[in-house]
């Protein structure tokens, strides 16, 4: 599965906003909307954060 699309699904089981989720990684709004949409990727160490959050393997 693509990172944005996972992390779409996960963000959204978890009932959170984009605007919560970019609060607590310390990015903007649109930051985590292009995450979403693979416009963008985030950085490795945001990522790896990411993982630990919302329970998902980087393999």
Do not use: C
């Not at 992390?7 to 292009?34: D, G, M, N, Y």
């Amino acid at each position: 599965m693509e990172i944005g699309k996972l992390l779409k699904i996960r963000r959204e089981q978890k009932k959170l906003t984009q605007q919560q989720v970019a609060t607590k990684f310390h990015v903007t709004r649109q930051t985590v909307s292009r995450w979403e949409n693979e416009k963008s990727y985030p950085n490795i160490d945001t990522l790896v954060e990411l993982s630990f959050f919302f329970d998902f393997s980087l393999d």
